[in-house]
């Protein structure tokens, strides 16, 4: 860092009229900025592996990770605690309980084929699970189930979980979602069709969508592309920037 730097940033700080002082100042301001970035840092680490914290539209917090083989308690808790109207929309019908055979289904995800993410509260209870499964003779397609506990509903959460599955779905190499809707599930159907859902089929009492997952860098391509038929991006990069 220069002196013309250091004074510049004396007189930007008014409160720190002793010239020692503000170079006290500033090397704790450098200490500061040096751990929060370490701590950043350390941050997105922990977050690959233990999860993402996400910020629903209310404000609210949650934890977002993949499900785990030892989640099965979490699982049960999420099912507890969905209302029978919820339930119905999940499995298509009446559901009392869910059986140990399709809680250790639910939670024996190999990230690949089958993967499921999960919203932790700051409890550290469950508030919403998304998950698919890849279709056993079409590779390229999955279907999706999302489920968020009631009192959680609303918030974003469910948006949030069916964004961050499609980039899992990508990087595994699945190009379609496919869902089943119960009739009459506008949640649900406003859901899907934000996320670019269309219908694709109709059963009776239900719906069938599908959601296209537009590979990574093409949304990037098009807009680059657009701006270049506009005479607004360079042909070639300027070294200069
Ligand atoms: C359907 C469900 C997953 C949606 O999750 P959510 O977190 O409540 O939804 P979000 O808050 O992310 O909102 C998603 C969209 O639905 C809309 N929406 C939310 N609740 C709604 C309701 N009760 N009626 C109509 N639209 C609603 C939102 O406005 C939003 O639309 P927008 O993005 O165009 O503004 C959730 O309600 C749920 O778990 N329902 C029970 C189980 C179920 O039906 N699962 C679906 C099986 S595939």
Known sequence: ??????????QAWPGRR???????????SLR????????????????????QPSMLRDGSLVLIRQVRGTDVALLADCFDRLSEQSRRSRFLGNKARLSSAELRFLTRVDHHDHEALAALDRRGRGAGVARYVRDHEDRGAAE???TIVDEWQGRGLGSKLLELLSDRARAAGIVRFTATVALGNLASERLIR?????LAGQAPGSREYEISLVPWQEPFLVEWLGELDAGLAPARPDPRD
């Open 18 to 28: 002793q010239p020692g002082a503000a170079r006290k100042g500033r090397v704790t």
């Open 1 to 10: 860092m220069t002196a013309e730097y250091g004074e510049a940033a004396h």
């Open 32 to 51: 500061r900025r040096r751990r929060a970035l370490r701590m950043a840092r350390d941050g997105e680490a922990r977050a690959s592996l233990t999860g």
């Open 194 to 198: 934000t996320a670019g859902g269309v």
């Open 144 to 146: 999706i189930a999302v």
